[in-house]
């Protein structure tokens, strides 16, 4: 207790000394309004001469478990323990980011589909949230990329693990039971987990874009295929969510335009309130990190580069290349630079590097006949504009990048200075583009928001037996 005293003492004098002039500290009109509700309430006795920011100090040094205990002595101390600002404090000094737990929670845990207005600070109880995410079992997520698979834990600060998923499991967008089960049933055993004790959280693939009735049943199909090997293989609830939409809650955003350079092609996805809208359109570009590997190949053959496997030129591509903010000025700079792949190898590249992300822009320059990827997502834009589905017409204005081949450094600065001099300014006034939120992990990190919410699993998941009784609906009608 003496140490407690000591430890509010230091702070309160370290407060005092912070203050230019001498007295007494400023006070908020909400801390006098707390103090008069805490005197109002009923009294603590002796306690009701702390001042109010002083028991605050204690309650967080208590901790909070601690605090939520002292509700239980009387109205005032339930009173104050319940403070909003107390409980932010402690999520605040949670391993998970204080962005991504206020946007969470004032976003998503209402489920799915999301509510257009998030709810209000004042009318969220931060400790009871506080309460909850302690409690929340924690979830299995799959990230299953065409290229490479992300698999963890949700209560761990990064994916795992990763799969190269071309490589071992083939097409996985396909929804051939076997197919899905040995993909998922191989994930869960390199995690070493039963696939009856948890939730799982598994990321939907971007694929069948049209907003017609066939590529709606395909997803429809795909979608289904996921839920039911999952409850075959005893998985108490699960949660299937487009990777585009998890990319963007990673962004801490519900509404935006994703930009996801996949491994073969790149989607442009616009997005309202968290829902793909393919009614608008989804652009697709068929090119993608494979392609892109490939074109720094071949320059450096050109370039007599001597190279032993594609794993090197992708190590060179990851760690020397870049996207130029102008092109041909690039293009007069000397800017080589040298990686080594293994302690024995290096390697010097010059204009690849910049040379390779170029294609991006320009994929003649790799003998694409495709639109730059600029070009699909002003069309896109031009699409979001045309279709007027909201009064204000700035949710598409934000543009997030996802997927290995957005971590390019410049790719984003690039992409906006594009959208500008592409775009009337009608169009483009007001455009950001963000580099991907998380690296190569934007979709994984997008599920581990979902995962924590202090809602989870109830409202975002799926049972098996709702899954049964929406599938004997659907039969019915
Ligand atoms: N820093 C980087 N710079 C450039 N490319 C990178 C970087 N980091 C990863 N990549 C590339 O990203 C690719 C993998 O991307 P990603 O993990 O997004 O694929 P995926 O999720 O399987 O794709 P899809 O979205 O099609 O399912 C690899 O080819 C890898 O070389």
């Known amino acids: 207790m003496s140490a407690l005293i000591r430890k509010v003492w230091q702070s309160v004098a370290h407060r005092s000394g912070s203050t230019s002039k001498p007295g007494p500290n400023p006070v908020s009109d909400y801390d006098r309004f707390l103090q008069m509700m805490y005197i109002q309430t009923s009294s603590t006795g002796e306690f009701d001469r702390i001042p109010l920011d002083i ?7 208590l901790g909070p478990r601690e605090s939520a205990r002292l509700r239980a002595v009387c109205k005032s101390w339930k009173f104050l323990v319940s403070d909003n600002r107390l409980w932010i404090y402690f999520l605040q000094h949670q391993p998970e980011p204080w962005d991504s737990v206020f946007f969470s929670e004032t976003h998503l845990r209402s489920g799915y589909p999301l509510q257009a207005f998030p709810a209000q600070m004042q009318d969220l109880s931060f400790m009871h949230i506080y309460g909850q995410r302690v409690e929340v079992p924690g979830a299995i997520i799959i990230d299953g990329g065409s290229g490479y698979c992300k698999y963890g834990w949700s209560k761990y600060s990064s994916p795992s693990g990763r799969s190269a998923t071309f490589l071992e499991f083939g097409n996985i967008e396909s929804p051939m039971p076997s197919r ?13 987990v039963k696939t009856s004790s948890q939730p799982i959280v598994v990321t939907l693939p971007l694929c069948h874009y049209d907003d017609t009735e066939s590529a709606k049943g395909s997803r429809r199909q795909l979608k289904d295929a996921i839920y039911s090997t999952l409850f075959d293989m005893n998985v108490p609830a699960v949660c299937a969510i487009s990777q ?3 990319a963007l809650f990673a962004a801490r955003r519900t509404s935006g335009i994703v930009v996801n350079v996949g491994f073969h092609q790149t989607s442009v996805v616009p997005i309202l309130h968290g829902k793909v809208m393919h009614k608008v359109g989804v652009e697709v570009v068929g090119m993608g990190a494979l392609k892109l590997t490939g074109y720094l190949r071949d ?5 007599n580069i001597q190279f032993d496997s594609l794993y090197t030129v992708r190590t060179l591509k990851e760690n ?3 996207v130029a903010l102008d092109y041909e000025d690039e293009l007069s700079k000397d800017m080589q630079a040298s990686f080594s792949v293994s302690p024995t190898s290096w390697f010097t590249l010059s204009k690849e590097r910049f040379q390779t992300g170029e294609i991006l822009f320009q994929p003649r320059m790799a ?3 495709a639109m730059g990827l600029h070009q699909a997502v002003g069309l896109c834009m031009d699409h979001c504009h045309d279709a007027g589905l909201t009064a204000d017409d700035n949710w598409y204005k934000t543009v997030v990048l996802a997927g290995g081949t957005a971590c390019l450094p410049g790719l984003a600065a690039r992409l906006e200075k594009e959208l500008y001099s592409l775009l009337p300014s009608s169009l ?3 455009v950001r583009v963000l580099p991907p939120p998380n690296g190569t992990d934007s979709a994984w990190f997008g599920a581990k928001l979902v995962s924590n919410l202090s809602t989870f699993p109830t409202s975002w998941c799926m049972t098996r037996k709702q899954f049964r009784q929406w599938s004997k609906r659907k039969v019915l009608w």
Do not use: E, P, W
């Open 55 to 61: 028991f605050t100090q204690i309650l967080k040094m």
């Open 428 to 430: 483009s006034n007001g």
């Open 299 to 303: 320059k450096m053959q050109q370039n």
């Open 180 to 192: 899905l089960r040995h993909f998922f049933s191989t994930i869960c055993s390199r995690m070493q």
């Open 320 to 322: 020397l290349c870049y």
């Open 367 to 369: 003998g694409l006949q």
């Open 244 to 246: 585009a939409t998890l």
